[in-house]
């Protein structure tokens, strides 16, 4: 450790609240650091100054069949930018989350147990889906590798497409200046953040922010739900409620809510189901992954779109997102509609 600091824990929950976090977020934080705290001190005879990666894998490995796999991933994300920060700012050497993050993203690719869908099955669900949010929300999980909550978080000046770019009144992002119709986003959203006057309800996990295209049929669907879009209730996102809590930006318990009742009629999601039977949004995320890499061969672009690469090879794609980012997508990205 380059700086030593008595307590760890304590010192990165006062600069969150430095850094004007909310008391809520901090408390969430405190209550999972302080529970590894003490499984460290308990079962490995370790602090989080001196744990490795194996000793958080093996925290992992006990939350598991105690708690949700989301809230697994949840905990996980805390664990890791509480040491993103602490070696950002030289008290710890090392990120010893790094490499168990990383084992996490690609259990999900790797699960034979998984119910497999073809592109013609999941092009047969998406056009049986008429509601313009329901499809647009579908399609754009489907075609961004993008997790419920960084959907969920998505404003309106993410999102570059002909519509926003000349016909709304909006201020799209500098970074999507000259990409074409394109996504960006964004990375370190957690609960609690205040953007714009609004306190977020959810988390953005991925390591650096990411610009994604958008091909024709995405935008088509993206187009046509923004001709109905309801004005919004606060700030400007891109996805708005048209049931419970008309013109609120969309939850991802909402989201949930509609894949999981189309996946129902289709026989791919029941109650009681696990993760390896029912059809949620994560499963969108593996299917995006699993048949993108397929079509691509190249894991390094998927794990650029998915916002898992760590930021020497983020550099690369991103200066060549032009020539080599956009053309690989758009000549593999399958199509659903």
Known sequence: MSDTVDDPVGYFLQDMTYHGKTDR?????ERVLRKFESFLAAERGATPATAEHRD??????????????STVATYAAYLHRFYAYMTQVGTFDSNPMTLVVEEMDERINTDPARREISIPQMREFVTSV??????????????TGVR???????????????????????SVRPQLDGRGDALF???????????????????NK?????????DDEL????????????????????FVSTRDGWGERVTPHAVHHVVESHARERGWHRDGGGAEENVTPHYFRHFFTTHLRDRTGDRGIVKYLRGDVASDIIDTYTHDWGDRV????EENIYKLT
């Open 25 to 29: 977020t901090r408390a969430a934080y």
């Open 148 to 170: 419920v909550g960084e959907l969920c978080n998505l404003d309106l000046r993410d999102l570059s497409i002909p519509v926003t770019r000349d016909t709304l009144d909006v």
């Open 185 to 203: 986003v964004a990375a370190d959203r957690a609960v609690g953040d205040e953007i714009d006057g609004e306190e977020r309800t959810a988390a």
């Open 219 to 238: 935008r088509r669907a993206l187009s046509r739900w923004l001709a109905i879009r309801p004005d919004p209730a606060r700030a400007n996102p891109l």
């Open 206 to 214: 991925r390591k650096r922010a990411t610009v994604v295209p958008v």
């Open 56 to 69: 958080c894998m093996a925290w992992i490995h006990r939350l598991r069949g105690t708690v949700a796999e």
């Open 326 to 329: 956009r053309i690989t997508y």
């Open 130 to 143: 008429a509601h313009p949010l329901d499809r647009a929300l579908l399609l754009t999980l489907l075609k």
